[in-house]
Structure formats: C-alpha cells, structure tokens
C-alpha cells in the first residue's frame, strides 16, 4: 500500500491504524506468519500496533508476544511462561537511553567510567544470551538514541564523564557484539532518532504521561525502520530496479534535446543532482541489486545518453534495457520474467506521476515511490524508503552482476546447440553436495526466504535456525554448489531431512531457478539417496504445498520415483520412496568428493 | 471555528480512533460511554486530535479533561487564539 511508502503521513497511520489493519489483512491472504516478541524499557503498544500494519504491508503476519512495561530484562532473563508458549522466531528489543542505569557521575576516575561501561553493556548482554540460550531465535536490539540535553554541552560527546560520550561507545560495544553473532542484529535508533530530528523525536510530555521514550508521532517512522528489518530477514528485500532515463537518470529528453544538451556531468546544479543519483544507483548495484531500463524512447536514442561521457552508469551497468514505445508494464512485466523474479521485488522509478499510477493500478504489489519532481531528492526518497535494507552481505550479492552476465552468455551458447544434452555436456558442469558447513550458513538461510518457485514446502528458516538443523544428529542437511565453464553459481539447492527411525521426513527441497533444468536436482536427489544409505534410512517421505508460486514443482516427487501415498483438498500431497529402489539419476554434473 | 464545526471534526477523529462510523460525541461524552476507550487508546484520541486541529495540549490539559465539553473548551481557546 503506498500509505506505508516513504513519505508516509504519521498522524493519518496513527489515527486510521484500526482500518488500515482491516483493509491490509483482506487485501491478501498469502501472509508469512511469524511470532515476535517486543521487549520494552517503555510502553510499547502503539509501537507494536504500528510494527503491525508495516509487517502486514510487507506480506507478514506477526503473532506477539508484549512485555509489561519496562520488563525487558525481567522477561528475557528471568523467563515468562506467556513468552515460553509463543515461542518467538524473533526478539525485539525495545530500549532507549532511558534504560541506561549506570550513567558516569562527573567525579568518576577513566577506571569507574570504563567499569560503568562494562556493566551496562554486561546488563544487556545476559539480555541477549538468555534469549539465545532458550529460543535460538533471531534478537533485534535497539543502539541508543542521544539524550534531550547536554550536560557539559559539546562536550558532552568528548569527554568520558559525557552521556553522549558513553552512549556512543556502548553502541560500539552493541555493533563489536552483532559482528560475532550473526543472528543478533542492531536497529539503528541512533541514526533514526537524528534522522527524524532530536527536538522532535525527544518529548518529554510523552514520556512523563505515557512513558513512550519517544513522541507518538515519531512511532511509525520507528516502526517503518524496524519492519525493514524484519522483511529483509524473512527474504522480503526488493531485488531490482526498473529504471526510467528522461528526467529520471538524467535532466532533460535524449530523443528531443540530443545527448549534449543533457543535464549530467559537474556544470550545474540539476546535474551533478543527476550524477549523484547516477552514482547512488551503482552503489547499490555493488550490493547486488540488479539494474534495469523501462523507458519510452528509441533504442538508439536510449543507448546514446548512456554513453554520455559524464554518465556514471553505462549499458554494461544494466541487465535488461527495454527502449521502446510499448507500455511500461509490458516492458516491467518482460524483465520480471527475464531476470526469473518476482515482479513484486521490482521498484519502478519514474519521474513521471501518470506513468508511477499505471504501474501501481496494474501491478499493485510493485513499488513505485514517489519521486517528485526535484532530481536531489531522488537518494533520499529511495534511502528512506529501505527496500533494499541489509542484513547480512553474502558473496552472491557481490557477485550477482557477474552472475546474471554469465547466465546471459549460458543462453547465447543454448541457443547453439539443437540438443539439449549436448548443451548440458558442454557446459562442464561441477557440484559440490555436502551437509552444511559454516562458510555457507548465511547464504543457504537467505536461500530458504528468497526461493519461492522451486519450493516443495515454502518452509522459511533464520541463521540460527539453519546452524541449529546442522548440529541436530536427526537432521539431514545438504546444500549443493555449481560451476560450470563460465562460472560460480554459489550455493542453488538445500534440502533438509528429519530422522525418524530408519525414516526420513523431507521437510524442505529448494533450488534457485538461476539452474533450473541444469539436472542439479537430480545431483542433489543422488546425494539425498547415497546419506540415507549411510544413516540406514529406508524410507523417505516428501511433501508438497502448493502456494501462488510453486506450481512447478507439483510433479517433483513423482518425477524421482516417488509413490504418492495422500492428497487432501488443498492439494497438499504426500509421497513415499524406498531408498532400496533408488537409482543414480544424474547423468551431466561430476560431483566433486 | 464554530463549536459545532469542532464536534463534527470531532466526530471524525473518534470514528477513525474507534473504528466506528456511528460514534457521535457531545460535551457529556466521557470514556465510559465508549467501549475501547483506555488509557492506551487515550493517548491516541489526544495525539489525533491535535493533528486533527494542529495544537498541542499541554501536559496538566490532558491529565484534566473529564469530558470531551472540557477537551472542546481548550480547542476554542486554542483555535481562537490562532
């Protein structure tokens, strides 16, 4: 919904959050239920009502857990029966400079300065280990935001006896701790308090009153920036751009002005706004997010302003240019299907309102922000915006220009051959299939939220999650690597199994569609059979549910040999295999020991 | 602004706080006539209804109003003074 898009109006969010909940829970019905607790060193109910809507608009429904006020620290280490029974996926943790306790009196030495430091930061982390000890679950923590006044002035912020001084070395202190435990993540309350304005984000009536740390209003900004978090936990993050040219990549029309009349380059304002922009949208290639062109012009026309010598972005720099008079959801549609992605982690960016509108009436799950009219706001609109908010940067992501640029050259060489297995033989294909290991933890748990297509169960899984499957002696892992002769295609295939007896549960099989129809599944399939032997397992039981995506892999079980042994009215089928009865199905990938 | 023109704003920011298109406030309204109407709930009619009219209560205002007449009482002042 576009009320949840950056710029949202807070009072309109706050005053019609009962029927906005209405109107987003039937606005869909494939919602990701997750369980989160909210932890609070203040009150918190607006804040988890609010965090509610935002997960709704990013397609996920929380079930909560709440702590009385101020009973962060009581509920985590302590325990609460009601906390026990939810079971949370997910922790927030809810705390503000307020819940400082230890604060430097002006006539400590450096030593009981650095001993208040320790102990705060202790107080808080046996917050943190207690919840990792009893739900394994994924904890976001709260950094603190600066105090309402300054004590010593300026230098409050250089002298050790300063609260801005000691709440910047404890938020050190949090980001040293969330750099060694992977399923602990820092919600920058710091940044987003400054970012909304301290005079305003700070108010003391709110607090005396209510005991919200923050003013009311400032909560859906607070709530926008955590439900980030939490969508791109869960795989929900946009993948890619859609990318206007005239007045959006550069000042002015190419196909009218001409590419020297353009506005790029140093010369004016406008259009070092538009090389700024230009240079935004390469940083964000660099973390892996795809570039693409959707624009009404002529192809020539398109591909000479992106020659432009002052260009930052050049046509090497896009996966997919559509320069064309067709419609712009025809093209957007085209480069969903292209790129083997869901058209929903497309962002649309257009200067043009009409054209934003269409997207949106045509594609409703599409982003389209809203840009406005000002080139030097572009950063900040898509910056504030957190469709790519990051949580975790994987290798893939860094590579994934180069991996779509060699998908590219794969098809050039398909289109070669009149047989497909002579294609598959000339690709070279390697894999190395082996239970998890610690290397590729990250990217096999971002590949259980992002895989949706060729997903037998669309069972979702954190880090923690994954790590805690591979230490199970009753779990089955396997993640499968491919290189062929034009490249790395990383981790693409994880399977899950659960050990019952000389049974084995297949309770998650996914593959990236970037190697569909590559035999890799069969590879995996082989692998699967030769672990089962291995652990005596003499029967293994898989299941399909199908969703709105994973059609495809309907017929998967079948396909391997399986018997299917039940299907109820929701299609929802089981299926058996006898491991005694397997035979090695790869025929095209070495399978590296 | 007219006191009836305030009770109708009013009108719509209890509708859209509550969710109920049938709630019509008068100076006797009190949070015993509305069902949802806690503490909680509380803090979001007040920070609606400054949005609603662009004032701001202060702290002894809120913690004082013992009916929406009282709360009326302080918009006319505030509204007026604008």
Redesign the interface.
Known sequence: MKQFEYPFDA?YL??????LK?ELLAASDQFLEIKIAILGGSTT??IRQILELFLLHHGIKPAFFESEYNRFYEDAVFGNPELDELKPDLVFIHTTYRNVRNFPALSDSSEAVQEKLETEFGRFRSVWEALEQKYHCTVIQNNFDFPFYRLLGSKDASDIHGRVNFLTRLNLKFAEYAESHSAFLVHDLNYLSAQYGLDRWHDE?AW???K?ALA??AIPCLANSVANIIKALYGKNKKAFALDLDNTLWGGIVGDDGVEKLSLGQETAESEAFTAFQAYLKELQSLGILLNIDSKNEMCNALAGLEHPEGVLKQDDFIIIKANWAPKSQNLAEIAAALNIGIDSIVFVDDNPAEREIIRQTFPSVSAPELGTEPEKYIRILDRNGFFECVGISTEDLNKQQLYQENARRADLLNSFTNYDEYLRSLQMTARIEGFVPMYMQRIAQLTNKSNQFNLTTRRYTQAEIEAAAADPDCITLYGKLTDKFGDNGVVSVVIGHKRGDELDIVLWIMSCRVLKRDMEFAMMDALAAKCRAASVKTVYGYYYPTAKNGMVRDFYQLHGFTKISEDENGNTAWRLDIDSYQKQNRFINVED | MTKEKIYSLLDEVFQDVFDDEDIHVTSETTANDIEDWDSLEHINLVVAVEAKFGIKFNMNEVVSFQNVGEMVDVIVQRVGAK
């Open positions: 009072d706050l005053s019609k959050k009962k029927r209405r109910s607006d009536s005396y009153l209510y919200y009311v209003q």
